[in-house]
């Protein structure tokens, strides 16, 4: 397998011959996918293999993710967009829409109205064809889409005890779509040299579908179904080993460890709506170390942010290690928002300096005429008022 990095950075390779599509295999559609998603390496396993079926025209296999709020759900979804749209054999892939569930039901009329995910599909598409486009130009790149569905667990036909119509209507509407549906749109496109309107049928049995939700209420869900008397099962303890090396035997509590697709029926997922969903993946909660890498590394981490905004003033941003651990750390108390935290925190120690770099005495000559600002463990710890 090549070492050549999937997704050339910048345009030295202009010119150069497009790869064999299948040349892209599930490894280097997973490095690209980590330069963007920390920490969930097994997810983007299953998201690089549906991409690879996908883009080599075998049936994708539809994914759900599941995680808590902050664990990159909606992040996997943006960075199956930048690697589409930064790989050029991903061109005829690139048509995506990313859309909320419940933008497409109506509460007021009770009904699934995919015509608001096909006109997002059709925008992209057009955007991506780049001229005003034929008939069969615009249906074969809709039909190629990726469709992210976010936020599906607000769409439980369930919700606070009571029957969720809505919820229902929306699930078997998407369950309607993965079975493949042909779906007329109103439109125009080009007929001998002139825009002309037009309907097209698009069939949406080659399109790829990922779902993603939080599904709160999940993990205490399975927790009492697992911990109930009756249920036959119960919690297995694991040996842990703390910071001083000490081993203590732990009962810890996991979802993966027990969850089962019949508690998503139970939390009011459609069966048959969860029958086309190929994989349900669980989103790992980020520890320290991740939520410290996704700081460092990560495209839109608050960190790396500050480091471009301040590049524009002629300062390099820089962090100590320690500084970096202490955020982190901070940041994973706040296990309820996930990476978010990180935001959160980060913001109290860089606003005052990304207003005004110059005189909270921490610059430093730099290279090349440059200056320097390195983020310390003292200043992290003075603006979060920690010891
Ligand atoms: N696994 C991850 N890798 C990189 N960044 C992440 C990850 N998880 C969350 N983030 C960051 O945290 C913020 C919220 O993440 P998001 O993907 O929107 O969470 P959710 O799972 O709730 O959809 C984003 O700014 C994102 O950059
Ligand atoms: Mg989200």
Same mark, same amino acid.
């Given at each position: 397998?090549?070492? =050549? ?16 599509? =299948? ?7 997973? /490095? ?56 050029? /054999? ?5 048509? #995506?829409?990313?859309?909320?569930? +419940? ?6 009329? &009770? ?6 995910? *096909?006109?997002?599909? =059709? ?31 607000? #769409? %439980? ?20 779509? #993965?079975?493949? =549906? ?9 007929? /001998? ?24 209420? *999940?993990?205490?869900?399975?927790? %009492?179904?697992?911990? +109930? ?56 909660? *980020? ?25 524009? #003033? ?7 290690? *320690? ?27 860089? +606003? ?26 003292? &200043? ?8």
């Amino acid at each position: 397998m090549s070492k =050549e990095p999937l997704v050339p950075r910048e345009s030295g390779n202009v010119g150069a011959a497009p790869r064999p599509i =299948e040349s892209i295999t599930p490894p280097l559609i997973l /490095e690209a996918l980590k330069g963007g998603v920390l920490g969930q390496d097994d997810a983007l396993r299953f998201v690089s293999v549906a991409i690879y079926k996908h883009t080599t025209g075998k049936v994708p296999g539809n994914i759900l993710l599941i995680g808590n709020s902050g664990t990159g759900k909606t992040t996997i979804m943006n960075n199956i967009q930048r690697l589409y749209d930064e790989t050029p /054999e991903y061109v005829p892939f690139r048509a #995506m829409a990313l859309i909320n569930a +419940n933008l497409l039901v109506d509460s007021d009329r &009770m009904e699934f109205r995919p015509e608001r995910l *096909l006109a997002a599909v =059709e925008q992209r598409a057009r955007s991506v064809i780049g001229h005003p486009p034929t008939a069969a130009e615009l249906k074969e790149t809709m039909e190629r889409a990726t469709i992210c569905v976010d936020e599906i667990d607000k #769409m %439980s036909s369930i919700l606070a005890g009571k029957p969720n119509a809505i919820g229902v209507a929306l699930q078997q509407g998407i369950l309607t779509l #993965m079975e493949g =549906e042909r779906i007329p749109i109103k439109t125009h496109v080009m007929v /001998e040299g002139a825009d002309t309107p037009a309907t097209l049928e698009i069939d949406t049995k080659g399109m790829m579908f990922i779902c993603g939700g939080a599904f709160e209420g *999940l993990y205490d869900q399975v927790f %009492s179904r697992v911990t +109930n008397p009756g249920s036959g099962e119960s919690l297995r303890s694991v040996a842990v080993r703390n910071a001083d090396g000490q081993v203590t035997i732990e009962v810890r509590f996991s979802l993966a460890d027990y969850f089962k697709i019949e508690d998503l029926f139970t939390y009011g997922m459609v069966p048959q709506f969860i029958a086309r969903l190929d994989n349900t993946v669980l989103l790992a909660d *980020l520890g320290v170390e991740s939520l410290k890498q996704i700081l460092l590394s990560a495209y839109d981490s608050p960190f790396v942010r500050s480091r471009r905004y301040l590049a524009v #003033m002629g300062i390099d941003l820089e962090i100590e290690d *320690l500084a970096a651990s202490i955020v982190s750390e901070q940041a994973e108390k706040h296990s309820r928002t996930g990476a978010r935290a990180l935001r959160t925190i980060f913001s109290k120690i860089i +606003n005052p300096i990304e207003f005004d770099p110059w005189s909270n005495g921490a610059l430093e000559a730099g290279d090349n005429g440059r200056q320097r600002l390195v983020v310390t463990a003292a &200043m992290v710890r003075r603006a979060l008022g920690l010891g």
